[in-house]
C-alpha cells in the first residue's frame, strides 16, 4: 500500500491533463463566426441572435426560443410570463443555484422551498405538493446535476393544483426525461448557457416555450425592441412601446454566433463526456459507499453530466467526512473532486428576513397575508439540511482517454484503501465546504 500523497507519498499524477477537463471545446468555426460578428458592426442587433433562436426551438420541437443575455434573466421571464407576481408563492427545490429563483423576490413573490429526494437529488414530488397553499402560482423545477427530475409526478400534482410549471434547464440542457427533451415538459424553461455550463456560448440564456401568451409577456419584461412584433398598435399606444420590465435582456451576438456553433457539435462532445463518466464509473462501482446518480427510466439520461456528484457514504470509510476524501484525492490528481452540492438555498435569511428593496419589512413578506411567515412555508427540509456531506464529485471527464481516466480509478482505490490514515485529518484543516456556486463562478 504506497503512501497518501496528502501525507508525502508519491501522487498518482504530477501534471494537469488539458485536454481531459477543457470546456468548451473551441472549433474555427467558432472563432470564425464571432470574428464575423465583431467585424459586422451589428454586435448588438438581433439578426444573428434570432437565427440561434430558431435553431434553438427546432432542437427542442417547441414553437418559441427566446435568448437573453444570462440565465438568471431568461429564468426571470418565465416567471413574469407565467404571471408570477405579488402575493403569489413560488415553490423551488432547496438545493440548487440561487439564480433558479431569486427573481421571483424583484417580481414581488415569496418563494417558499421544498425538499429534494435523497436517491436522486431532484425536487421531491411529495413535498412539493405539501408546500402548496391557495396562493402557490408555480413550481421551478431544477434537473439538478444533469438528472432529470421526476416530471410524470410533478406534472399532476401541478395540474391538480393548477399550477404553472417552470424548467430550469442550466445544468441538463440536451438531456431527456422518458425520451422527451428537458425543457418541453413544463408551461416554461429557463436556462443559463453560460461558459461554465454543458452548453457553453459566453454569456446567455435562453428561455423556451409553445405559450404564446408566455412568450409575449416575457418580451414585454426585457426585449423592447420586439414588442411591436406580438403586440398590437392599440395595445402599446397608452406606453409608447415602452417595455413593462424596465428590464434589458438582449444577449449578444458573439454568443449567439458561438451558440449557433454549438448546436452542430454539442451532440457529438456530450456523447463522448457520457462514455468517459461511464467508463470511469464502471472502474468504482464495486467501492462499498459510492453510489452512481444516474437516472433509471427509460430514454432518460444525464447530458453533459454537468459537475455530476455520486453519493458517498461516511459510514463505509470509518466516518471520514466526503471533504477530507476529497482533499485526498486531489492531492493524488489535482483538483477534480469536489465534496458536497449547492448550499441549501432554504439557510439563508435572504428569503425570509432581509429588506432588500427598503419596504419596511422583509421583502419575503411584503405582499404575504398578516400573519403568514415565509419561514413557516418552508419549515424544515431533513435532506436539503444534510445532502452536502454525502455526496462526492466525479472528475468532470470531457474526453474518453481509458488509459488517464484509469489514473483517476487508480486514486479512488488508493485512498480507500489508506482511508484509516484519514481518520487524523480534522475538518478545519480540510477547508470546509466551499459552495459549488462559488468554485463553479
Ligand atoms: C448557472 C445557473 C443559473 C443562472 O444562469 P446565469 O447564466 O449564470 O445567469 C440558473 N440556475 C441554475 C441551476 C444555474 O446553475
Redesign the pocket.
Known amino acids: 500500500m504506497s503512501k497518501l500523497a496528502l501525507y508525502g507519498g508519491k501522487p498518482l499524477l504530477d501534471y494537469w491533463p488539458k485536454e481531459l477537463f477543457h470546456w468548451p471545446i473551441v472549433n474555427d468555426a467558432m472563432r470564425e463566426a464571432q470574428l464575423k460578428v465583431l467585424e459586422s458592426g451589428n454586435m448588438s442587433g438581433t439578426n444573428i441572435s434570432r437565427q440561434f433562436e430558431e435553431k434553438f426551438a427546432q432542437w427542442h420541437g417547441v414553437k418559441y426560443a427566446l435568448s437573453h443575455n444570462?440565465?438568471?434573466?431568461?429564468?426571470m421571464s418565465a416567471m413574469y410570463g407565467v404571471g408570477l407576481g405579488p402575493g403569489d408563492e413560488v415553490i423551488c427545490p432547496s438545493v440548487?443555484?440561487w439564480?433558479?429563483c431569486t427573481s421571483a423576490l424583484t417580481l414581488g413573490a415569496t418563494i417558499v422551498f421544498c425538499d429534494i429526494n435523497e436517491k436522486d437529488l431532484q425536487i421531491d414530488p411529495a413535498s412539493f405538493e405539501a408546500h402548496i397553499t391557495p396562493r402557490t402560482k408555480a413550481v421551478i423545477v431544477?434537473h439538478?446535476l444533469s438528472h432529470p427530475a421526476d416530471m410524470d409526478a410533478i406534472m399532476a400534482i401541478a395540474k391538480k393544483h393548477n399550477i404553472k410549471v417552470i424548467e430550469?434547464v442550466?445544468?441538463a440542457q440536451g438531456g431527456h426525461y422518458k425520451g422527451r427533451m428537458l425543457g418541453t415538459i413544463g408551461d416554461v424553461a429557463?436556462?443559463?448557457?453560460?461558459t461554465?455550463?454543458s452548453f457553453a456560448i459566453g454569456?446567455?440564456?435562453m428561455m423556451i416555450t409553445n405559450d404564446p401568451e408566455i412568450y409575449r409577456r416575457a418580451i414585454s419584461l426585457g426585449h423592447y425592441d420586439r414588442m411591436p412584433e406580438v403586440f398590437s398598435p392599440e395595445e402599446l399606444k397608452d406606453t409608447n412601446q415602452l417595455p413593462y420590465g424596465g428590464f434589458k435582456f438582449r444577449m449578444h451576438q458573439v454568443s449567439s454566433a458561438i451558440g449557433l456553433e454549438q448546436l452542430k457539435k454539442y451532440e457529438a462532445e456530450t456523447a463522448e463526456v457520457d462514455q468517459a463518466m461511464k467508463y470511469f464509473w464502471q472502474g468504482i462501482k464495486d467501492i462499498k459507499g459510492f453510489r452512481l446518480i444516474y437516472p433509471e427510466d427509460e430514454g432518460s439520461d444525464k447530458a453533459g453530466w454537468y459537475a455530476s456528484r455520486a453519493g458517498y457514504d461516511p459510514e463505509c470509510f470509518s466516518g471520514v467526512s466526503n471533504e477530507v476524501f476529497a482533499k485526498a484525492l486531489n492531492a493524488e490528481v489535482g483538483l477534480v473532486f469536489f465534496p458536497g452540492g449547492n448550499f441549501p438555498l432554504h439557510k439563508s435569511e435572504l428569503f425570509y428576513t432581509k429588506d432588500v428593496f427598503g419596504h419596511g419589512k422583509p421583502t419575503a413578506k411584503v405582499h404575504l397575508p398578516d400573519g403568514v411567515d415565509p419561514r413557516e412555508l418552508t419549515g424544515e427540509l431533513p435532506v436539503a439540511s444534510k445532502i452536502n456531506g454525502l455526496l462526492l464529485g466525479e472528475p468532470p471527464f470531457k474526453k474518453f482517454d481509458k488509459k488517464l481516466i484509469d489514473i483517476y480509478v487508480d486514486a479512488v482505490y488508493k485512498v480507500v484503501e489508506n482511508h484509516q490514515d484519514l481518520l487524523r485529518e480534522s475538518k478545519e484543516e480540510a477547508g470546509g465546504n466551499v459552495a459549488l456556486?462559488r468554485r463553479?463562478?
Open positions: 444570462n440565465g438568471t434573466s431568461a429564468l440548487t443555484y439564480a433558479s431544477v439538478y430550469d442550466s445544468h429557463g436556462m443559463s448557457l453560460m461554465s455550463k454569456e446567455g440564456g456556486s463553479k463562478k
